[in-house]
């Protein structure tokens, strides 16, 4: 390592005490961290050193170029995703990621456009029904279920039946509470031990559902994932149900979440509604990323912008922060969708936009998600406008940045 490094510009003790005394949440520590010591800054929540990263070009030397030095260490989904490809890391990550990925680019997304448009039309004909009827209708709730429509479609081949969305709920509550979960594994599964077992029985009865069925013409992920049990022994049916679970998560709480937002985006900015579907996308992910922070763990001292990293450093990559930079983006806290318009200037560095993740661990449903969003949006947006009657009046920050309220409504 040269000599001429110099150790990463550190948030003061005191600060971090003023924090912890007001119990407000990490991301206000984060943006304290940002706005006082910059885009490497280090501070201390207990033993072990953290590193915050929001400058783009540190963003793409941890996730992008150097995901070997920075990795993932136990995910807190895991009581819930178990060794899925989201928590799961080495020589397995590597194996089941090349399983998965085939699914999601090129010719496998176009295997799944039916099933996204099936699911889009299904949401729609409930729209025109409550816009006829007049009815008050929550949309985060059927954002949700669109969502979660869509990937059991793409997972099975099958439509999602009323029983299993109520079922599939317990994955929506474990998320919900892994905030307040206790430290202690075990603890926190005896905690949602409950909901965790009906996940189970959900996904050991699409297993069994699927390899009743047999190969079909259009075959499903799950199809997939049972071809390859069939020929490697690691896929075991527990693995089987941890990429299944897996997918559930990551495939509907996101894009159940950045549509939501979206919608009450619209609500604030009615002139926004001509913009291009795929802008609306991009710029209500740019405030509101599916991941809004990706911690990583150094393995090795590493050298970023001449500041010294230390082995064993938690590093906190926050995509929430750099995307609300106003050194990257003007007036950031304002929406404005023709950011992303044809012809538009945004910022050139890979890192300063980065709402499914970078690198090698970036979201492989990245175009699935803007697939379904998009084509739902097509759908929706003509039919009318929204009227809310209550609207959260803050983000909850877990898994996702999630609208924490209802979100009761009528389509006019």
Known sequence: ??????????????????????????????????RGVGGLAAFR????????????????????????????????????????????TGDAWKRQRRLLQSQFTGTGMRRYEQRIAAAARRTAERWEGYRRSGETFDVGEEMRRFALDTVWRALTGLPLEDRTDRELRAVERVVAAMPTLPTDAADARDAVAEDLALVDAVARGAIEAARSAGPTEDPGVLRVLLDAGAQHPEYTDRLIRDELVTLLVAGHETTATTLTWLFLLLDRHPEARTADPQALVSETLRLYPSAWLLPRHAVEDDVIAGHR????????????????????WPDPERFDPARFAPGSERPGHLGAYLPFGLGARACLGTQFALRETTSLLELLLPMGVLEFHAKPTRAAYSITVRPDGPTPAVLR
Request: charge should be negative; include cysteine; aromatic fraction near 4%.
């Open 45 to 88: 929540l207990g033993p072990t050193p953290t590193v915050l990263v929001t400058d783009p070009a540190a963003v793409q030397h941890v996730l992008g170029r150097h995901p070997d030095r920075y990795v993932k260490r136990s995910h807190r989904a895991r009581m819930l995703v178990g060794d899925g490809v989201l928590s799961a």
């Open 309 to 328: 990293i230390a082995a064993g450093t938690d590093v906190l990559v926050c995509p929430y922060l750099v995307h609300r930079d106003p050194a990257l």
């Open 1 to 34: 390592m040269s000599t001429d490094t110099r150790p990463v510009p550190e948030l003061a003790p005191e600060a971090v005490e003023q924090w912890r005394a007001e119990g407000v949440e990490l991301i206000e520590l984060l943006g304290r961290a940002q």
